[in-house]
Protein backbone atom coordinates (compact mmCIF):
# COMPACT_ATOMS: atom_id res chain seq x y z
CA UNK A 1 0.00 0.00 0.00
CA UNK A 2 0.97 3.53 -1.14
CA UNK A 3 2.21 5.60 2.06
CA UNK A 4 -0.16 9.32 2.45
CA UNK A 5 2.95 11.30 1.22
CA UNK A 6 2.98 9.44 -2.28
CA UNK A 7 -0.39 8.96 -2.80
CA UNK A 8 -0.72 12.63 -2.24
CA UNK A 9 2.12 12.93 -4.97
CA UNK A 10 0.76 10.67 -7.34
CA UNK A 11 -2.70 12.27 -7.19
CA UNK A 12 -3.80 14.32 -10.32
CA UNK A 13 -2.84 18.06 -9.82
CA UNK A 14 -5.23 20.22 -8.89
CA UNK A 15 -6.27 23.18 -11.50
CA UNK A 16 -9.45 25.44 -11.86
CA UNK A 17 -10.79 23.31 -14.61
CA UNK A 18 -11.71 20.73 -11.76
CA UNK A 19 -14.45 22.71 -10.42
CA UNK A 20 -17.48 22.05 -10.03
CA UNK A 21 -20.27 24.07 -11.83
CA UNK A 22 -21.56 26.87 -9.37
CA UNK A 23 -24.31 28.03 -11.68
CA UNK A 24 -27.27 29.72 -9.14
CA UNK A 25 -24.46 30.56 -6.56
CA UNK A 26 -23.90 33.68 -5.28
CA UNK A 27 -20.31 34.52 -4.10
CA UNK A 28 -19.26 37.26 -1.82
CA UNK A 29 -15.25 38.32 -2.51
CA UNK A 30 -14.07 41.02 0.11
CA UNK A 31 -11.48 43.01 -1.66
CA UNK A 32 -12.04 42.11 -5.19
CA UNK A 33 -10.48 44.81 -7.29
CA UNK A 34 -7.37 43.28 -7.66
CA UNK A 35 -4.66 40.85 -6.76
CA UNK A 36 -5.72 37.24 -5.92
CA UNK A 37 -8.87 38.70 -5.12
CA UNK A 38 -10.01 40.10 -8.76
CA UNK A 39 -8.29 36.59 -10.00
CA UNK A 40 -10.64 34.36 -7.61
CA UNK A 41 -13.63 36.28 -9.10
CA UNK A 42 -12.59 36.21 -12.72
CA UNK A 43 -12.83 32.26 -11.97
CA UNK A 44 -16.05 31.84 -9.53
CA UNK A 45 -17.87 33.71 -12.58
CA UNK A 46 -16.38 31.64 -15.67
CA UNK A 47 -17.74 28.77 -13.57
CA UNK A 48 -21.40 30.15 -13.28
CA UNK A 49 -21.14 32.14 -9.99
CA UNK A 50 -23.21 35.68 -9.38
CA UNK A 51 -19.87 37.54 -7.57
CA UNK A 52 -20.52 40.19 -5.49
CA UNK A 53 -17.15 42.03 -4.97
CA UNK A 54 -17.23 43.79 -1.55
CA UNK A 55 -14.59 46.94 -1.88
CA UNK A 56 -14.19 49.80 -0.21
CA UNK A 57 -13.54 51.85 -3.63
CA UNK A 58 -16.90 51.43 -5.77
CA UNK A 59 -15.61 52.91 -8.80
CA UNK A 60 -12.24 51.20 -9.20
CA UNK A 61 -14.29 48.30 -8.58
CA UNK A 62 -16.86 48.67 -11.11
CA UNK A 63 -14.09 49.53 -14.10
CA UNK A 64 -12.43 46.38 -12.96
CA UNK A 65 -15.87 44.26 -13.22
CA UNK A 66 -16.29 45.51 -16.86
CA UNK A 67 -13.79 43.42 -17.32
CA UNK A 68 -14.93 40.07 -15.68
CA UNK A 69 -16.92 37.76 -18.08
CA UNK A 70 -19.96 36.52 -15.93
CA UNK A 71 -21.88 38.32 -13.07
CA UNK A 72 -20.73 40.81 -11.33
CA UNK A 73 -21.68 42.90 -8.65
CA UNK A 74 -20.22 45.82 -6.91
CA UNK A 75 -21.36 46.26 -3.34
CA UNK A 76 -19.04 49.08 -0.60
CA UNK A 77 -17.46 47.18 2.70
CA UNK A 78 -14.62 49.14 4.93
CA UNK A 79 -13.75 46.12 6.84
CA UNK A 80 -11.56 49.35 8.90
CA UNK A 81 -15.21 50.43 9.92
CA UNK A 82 -17.43 48.19 12.06
CA UNK A 83 -20.42 50.82 10.67
CA UNK A 84 -19.53 49.88 6.93
CA UNK A 85 -19.58 45.90 7.71
CA UNK A 86 -22.80 45.49 9.91
CA UNK A 87 -24.52 48.28 6.64
CA UNK A 88 -22.79 45.63 4.36
CA UNK A 89 -24.80 42.59 6.36
CA UNK A 90 -28.20 44.72 6.96
CA UNK A 91 -28.36 45.40 3.08
CA UNK A 92 -27.45 41.65 2.60
CA UNK A 93 -30.46 39.46 1.75
CA UNK A 94 -30.72 35.88 0.08
CA UNK A 95 -28.53 32.97 0.25
CA UNK A 96 -24.51 33.31 -0.10
CA UNK A 97 -23.02 29.85 -1.16
CA UNK A 98 -19.51 30.60 -0.61
CA UNK A 99 -17.95 34.04 1.77
CA UNK A 100 -14.37 34.49 0.64
CA UNK A 101 -12.25 36.48 3.21
CA UNK A 102 -9.95 37.79 0.60
CA UNK A 103 -8.97 41.80 1.51
CA UNK A 104 -5.98 42.69 3.35
CA UNK A 105 -3.18 45.00 4.14
CA UNK A 106 0.30 44.53 4.91
CA UNK A 107 3.01 46.76 6.84
CA UNK A 108 1.31 50.57 6.94
CA UNK A 109 2.42 52.65 9.13
CA UNK A 110 1.20 52.53 13.04
CA UNK A 111 -2.95 53.05 12.35
CA UNK A 112 -5.79 52.62 13.57
CA UNK A 113 -9.53 51.48 12.02
CA UNK A 114 -12.68 53.62 12.74
CA UNK A 115 -13.31 51.51 15.69
CA UNK A 116 -9.54 52.23 17.17
CA UNK A 117 -8.12 48.84 16.30
CA UNK A 118 -4.49 48.63 15.16
CA UNK A 119 -5.11 48.61 11.73
CA UNK A 120 -3.99 45.12 10.52
CA UNK A 121 -5.95 43.26 12.94
CA UNK A 122 -8.88 45.71 13.01
CA UNK A 123 -8.76 44.83 9.01
CA UNK A 124 -7.13 41.38 8.24
CA UNK A 125 -9.10 40.10 11.34
CA UNK A 126 -11.94 41.92 13.22
CA UNK A 127 -13.87 43.34 10.03
CA UNK A 128 -13.64 39.76 8.56
CA UNK A 129 -14.84 37.95 11.79
CA UNK A 130 -17.55 40.91 12.45
CA UNK A 131 -18.91 40.44 8.31
CA UNK A 132 -18.60 36.30 8.78
CA UNK A 133 -20.91 36.38 11.66
CA UNK A 134 -23.37 39.15 10.86
CA UNK A 135 -24.13 37.13 7.09
CA UNK A 136 -23.53 33.51 8.57
CA UNK A 137 -27.23 32.87 9.20
CA UNK A 138 -27.26 32.94 5.31
CA UNK A 139 -24.06 31.07 4.38
CA UNK A 140 -24.98 27.48 2.99
CA UNK A 141 -21.76 26.50 1.97
CA UNK A 142 -18.32 27.52 2.58
CA UNK A 143 -16.60 30.57 4.30
CA UNK A 144 -12.90 30.72 3.11
CA UNK A 145 -10.18 32.94 4.62
CA UNK A 146 -7.11 33.59 3.18
CA UNK A 147 -4.27 33.33 6.02
CA UNK A 148 -0.18 33.57 5.02
CA UNK A 149 2.89 31.45 5.71
CA UNK A 150 4.02 34.28 7.87
CA UNK A 151 1.72 33.33 10.55
CA UNK A 152 4.36 30.62 11.55
CA UNK A 153 6.63 33.27 13.60
CA UNK A 154 3.38 34.95 14.84
CA UNK A 155 1.89 34.75 18.01
CA UNK A 156 -1.25 36.32 20.18
CA UNK A 157 -0.58 38.50 22.61
CA UNK A 158 -3.49 38.95 24.64
CA UNK A 159 -2.22 41.69 27.10
CA UNK A 160 -2.00 44.30 24.01
CA UNK A 161 -3.78 42.76 20.94
CA UNK A 162 -3.77 46.23 19.49
CA UNK A 163 -0.88 47.49 19.73
CA UNK A 164 -1.23 50.18 21.68
CA UNK A 165 1.66 49.24 24.04
CA UNK A 166 4.96 47.30 22.00
CA UNK A 167 6.73 48.65 19.43
CA UNK A 168 5.25 49.11 16.34
CA UNK A 169 8.19 49.09 14.73
CA UNK A 170 7.91 48.24 10.59
CA UNK A 171 4.91 46.55 11.25
CA UNK A 172 5.38 42.87 10.41
CA UNK A 173 4.70 41.52 13.85
CA UNK A 174 1.34 42.97 13.66
CA UNK A 175 0.72 41.20 9.99
CA UNK A 176 1.83 38.59 11.48
CA UNK A 177 -0.59 38.32 14.62
CA UNK A 178 -3.29 39.35 12.14
CA UNK A 179 -2.66 36.11 9.89
CA UNK A 180 -2.64 33.85 12.69
CA UNK A 181 -5.42 35.24 13.77
CA UNK A 182 -6.97 34.38 10.37
CA UNK A 183 -6.20 30.51 11.14
CA UNK A 184 -6.83 30.45 14.44
CA UNK A 185 -10.47 31.76 14.09
CA UNK A 186 -11.29 29.61 10.92
CA UNK A 187 -10.06 26.52 13.52
CA UNK A 188 -12.92 27.46 16.29
CA UNK A 189 -15.43 29.16 13.95
CA UNK A 190 -15.07 24.89 12.16
CA UNK A 191 -15.87 23.89 15.90
CA UNK A 192 -18.38 26.04 16.35
CA UNK A 193 -20.48 24.94 13.34
CA UNK A 194 -20.05 21.52 13.76
CA UNK A 195 -21.24 22.02 17.86
CA UNK A 196 -24.23 23.85 15.69
CA UNK A 197 -24.95 20.83 13.50
CA UNK A 198 -24.20 23.11 10.54
CA UNK A 199 -23.84 22.03 6.99
CA UNK A 200 -21.11 24.80 6.82
CA UNK A 201 -17.60 24.56 6.56
CA UNK A 202 -15.03 26.64 7.41
CA UNK A 203 -11.48 26.54 5.17
CA UNK A 204 -8.19 28.74 4.90
CA UNK A 205 -6.30 29.15 2.39
CA UNK A 206 -2.58 30.84 1.48
CA UNK A 207 -1.28 32.40 -2.12
CA UNK A 208 2.59 31.72 -1.62
CA UNK A 209 4.68 34.78 -2.91
CA UNK A 210 2.25 36.14 -5.75
CA UNK A 211 2.82 39.29 -7.57
CA UNK A 212 -0.37 41.81 -6.10
CA UNK A 213 -0.46 45.37 -4.72
CA UNK A 214 -0.87 43.76 -1.30
CA UNK A 215 2.01 45.56 -0.49
CA UNK A 216 1.15 48.82 -1.54
CA UNK A 217 0.77 50.54 1.92
CA UNK A 218 4.45 49.74 2.94
CA UNK A 219 6.18 53.08 4.11
CA UNK A 220 9.64 51.31 4.74
CA UNK A 221 12.65 52.02 1.66
CA UNK A 222 13.78 49.42 2.75
CA UNK A 223 11.33 46.52 3.55
CA UNK A 224 10.26 47.38 -0.08
CA UNK A 225 13.33 47.39 -1.66
CA UNK A 226 13.43 43.65 -0.14
CA UNK A 227 9.80 42.52 -1.28
CA UNK A 228 10.49 43.83 -4.37
CA UNK A 229 13.63 41.73 -5.50
CA UNK A 230 11.78 38.65 -3.76
CA UNK A 231 8.58 38.91 -5.81
CA UNK A 232 11.04 39.71 -9.03
CA UNK A 233 12.80 36.44 -8.24
CA UNK A 234 10.16 33.64 -6.33
CA UNK A 235 6.92 35.25 -7.13
CA UNK A 236 4.09 33.17 -9.21
CA UNK A 237 1.31 35.28 -10.74
CA UNK A 238 -1.92 37.15 -9.32
CA UNK A 239 -3.93 33.80 -11.17
CA UNK A 240 -2.10 31.19 -9.90
CA UNK A 241 -1.79 32.93 -6.30
CA UNK A 242 -5.72 32.15 -6.26
CA UNK A 243 -5.61 28.79 -6.78
CA UNK A 244 -5.61 27.76 -3.53
CA UNK A 245 -8.34 29.95 -2.37
CA UNK A 246 -10.21 28.51 -5.41
CA UNK A 247 -9.30 25.48 -3.80
CA UNK A 248 -10.42 25.64 -0.46
CA UNK A 249 -13.50 27.17 -1.64
CA UNK A 250 -14.70 24.48 -4.43
CA UNK A 251 -12.38 21.30 -3.23
CA UNK A 252 -14.00 18.03 -1.41
CA UNK A 253 -11.99 18.98 1.66
CA UNK A 254 -12.73 18.38 5.56
CA UNK A 255 -13.35 21.48 7.49
CA UNK A 256 -10.49 23.87 9.36
CA UNK A 257 -8.62 22.73 6.26
CA UNK A 258 -5.43 24.80 4.96
CA UNK A 259 -4.64 24.95 1.49
CA UNK A 260 -1.72 27.01 0.01
CA UNK A 261 0.82 25.76 -2.77
CA UNK A 262 3.20 22.80 -3.37
CA UNK A 263 6.39 23.61 -4.15
CA UNK A 264 9.47 25.93 -3.20
CA UNK A 265 8.38 26.06 0.66
CA UNK A 266 5.16 26.61 -0.22
CA UNK A 267 5.43 29.81 -2.51
CA UNK A 268 4.67 28.29 -5.72
CA UNK A 269 2.85 25.67 -7.26
CA UNK A 270 -0.59 23.87 -7.38
CA UNK A 271 -2.59 24.09 -4.65
CA UNK A 272 -2.30 21.38 -1.61
CA UNK A 273 -3.62 20.83 1.53
CA UNK A 274 -0.66 22.40 4.00
CA UNK A 275 0.22 22.24 7.70
CA UNK A 276 0.13 25.04 9.92
CA UNK A 277 2.29 25.99 13.20
CA UNK A 278 1.87 24.78 16.38
CA UNK A 279 0.28 28.30 17.99
CA UNK A 280 -2.20 28.10 15.06
CA UNK A 281 -3.66 24.68 16.06
CA UNK A 282 -4.47 25.52 19.50
CA UNK A 283 -7.76 24.77 20.48
CA UNK A 284 -8.19 26.85 23.62
CA UNK A 285 -5.93 30.59 21.90
CA UNK A 286 -8.73 29.86 19.11
CA UNK A 287 -11.69 30.23 21.91
CA UNK A 288 -9.77 32.97 23.60
CA UNK A 289 -8.84 34.98 20.58
CA UNK A 290 -13.33 34.45 19.66
CA UNK A 291 -13.96 35.06 23.21
CA UNK A 292 -11.92 38.71 22.72
CA UNK A 293 -13.15 39.51 19.24
CA UNK A 294 -16.66 39.17 20.07
CA UNK A 295 -16.26 41.75 23.25
CA UNK A 296 -14.09 43.63 20.69
CA UNK A 297 -16.67 44.10 17.59
CA UNK A 298 -19.72 43.40 19.58
CA UNK A 299 -20.57 40.21 17.20
CA UNK A 300 -21.84 37.17 18.38
CA UNK A 301 -21.95 33.64 17.21
CA UNK A 302 -25.10 33.84 15.46
CA UNK A 303 -26.13 29.71 15.21
CA UNK A 304 -27.51 28.12 18.13
CA UNK A 305 -24.82 25.36 19.57
CA UNK A 306 -26.31 21.92 20.18
CA UNK A 307 -23.94 20.16 21.37
CA UNK A 308 -23.21 22.05 24.47
CA UNK A 309 -24.28 24.97 26.26
CA UNK A 310 -23.16 28.80 25.46
CA UNK A 311 -21.23 29.14 28.51
CA UNK A 312 -19.69 26.11 28.12
CA UNK A 313 -17.92 26.80 24.35
CA UNK A 314 -16.43 30.31 25.08
Do not use: C
Request: glycine content about 8%; cysteine-free.
Amino acid sequence: MKNSTAAAAAAPVWSADRMPSLTGKTIIVTGASSGIGLEAARVFAARGAHVVMAVRNEAKARDVAATVAGSTEVRRLDLADLSSVRAFAANWSGDIHALINNAGILVPPLGRTTDGFELQFGTNHLGHFALTNLLLPQISGRVVTVASSTHRSAHIDFDDLNWRTRPYRGGQAAYGQSKLANLLFTLELQRRLEASGSAVIATAAHPGMATTNLGSSMQSPVLKAVAAVALWLFAQDAASGAAPTLFAATAPIAGASYAGPANRHEMAGPPVLVGRSAAASDPAVARRLWTASEELTGVRYPLALSAQPRSAVR
